[in-house]
């Protein structure tokens, strides 16, 4: 194997690894998104209840 083919195939892994990493962060930051949006919800909620 040259070290051309060997790069080549570092590079390749790498940037493998990078895309399944990406795909993971944009799972992560749609339920954060959710979770903020249902949070937001419940504040919202609470500040409208009039106890004492």
Do not use: G, N, P, W
């Not at 590079?11 to 944009?26: G, N, P, S, T, V």
């Amino acid at each position: 194997m040259s070290d051309k083919d060997f790069l080549f195939r570092i590079a390749f892994a790498e940037m493998a690894y990078a895309l399944k990493l990406r795909q993971d962060c944009e799972k992560t930051l749609e339920k954060a998104a959710d979770l903020s949006e249902s949070a937001v919800k419940h504040l919202k909620e609470a500040l409208k209840k009039d106890e004492v």
